[in-house]
């Protein structure tokens, strides 16, 4: 293989490694600060009332949108905000316990994929980060950049190829069956290059094969 061949391979991979580390979606931007949800089937409910451990527990949200609660029977809980619902629930229990107090936590039930040690679905509150999400999951199995991005997924298309660890699971607004994923670690995210550079790289690499190619014709 001639000389120039040989470049002309080199640029070929370079320019390979490039798309390979290009972003692949929109960076997610949003509010800086958690905003609360409303419960969806499969979500769950966190029920505290205090001196009272038997009534207290988590409630998965069934298909009909309710919650079957200890004493009181079952509650549709859709549509309900925290406190509302903290409030009707004081009151049902008022009727066997005296002065009641009842704390109430919606936690939404997100799916962690990918590069991580025990990937799964994990209840997690409007104030918890994509970073909490990743712990939960054990953290990344390979060896990618601790702290970088992960990535979005709904109906199995990519909706964000690049959600900072600091994002809060409340402002994400997350659907059924929407995945985080945490993205393969690569030689170029191990060693910190980002797609820009590489693309730099490869304009670089490429420009210089045909400048090879013109001085030695």
């Given at each position: ?120 679905l994990y209840p997690m509150d409007a104030t918890m980060t ?22 979005l997924w709904r109906d199995g298309s990519m909706l964000y ?45 490429t420009l210089a094969a045909v400048q090879i190619i013109f001085?030695?014709?």
């Amino acid at each position: 293989m001639r000389p120039t061949r040989h470049l002309f391979a080199f640029a070929l991979l370079v320019n390979l490694a490039a798309c390979a580390s290009a972003p692949r979606g929109p960076a997610f931007s949003g509010a800086p600060l958690p905003r609360s949800f409303g419960l969806r089937a499969g979500d769950v409910m966190r029920v505290k009332v205090w001196r009272e451990p038997d009534l207290s527990g988590d409630y998965i949200v069934d298909e009909y949108g309710k919650v079957s609660l200890p004493v009181i029977g079952p509650r549709q809980v859709l549509g309900e905000s925290s406190e509302g619902l903290q409030k009707k629930l004081q009151d049902a229990y008022a009727a066997t316990l005296k002065d009641p107090s009842v704390q109430v936590t919606f936690l939404r039930r997100v799916a962690v994929q990918g590069d991580v040690r025990l990937p799964g679905l994990y209840p997690m509150d409007a104030t918890m980060t994509v970073g909490d999400a990743l712990a939960l999951a054990g953290g990344r199995a390979g060896p990618g950049i601790e702290g970088s991005s992960l990535e979005l997924w709904r109906d199995g298309s990519m909706l964000y190829g690049d959600v900072p660890t600091s994002v809060f699971i409340g402002q994400l607004d997350m659907k059924a069956g929407d995945e985080l994923r945490v993205p393969m670690g690569s030689w170029s995210r191990r060693n910190g290059i980002n797609g820009a550079i590489w693309i730099q790289i490869s304009l670089a690499v490429t420009l210089a094969a045909v400048q090879i190619i013109f001085l030695t014709r």
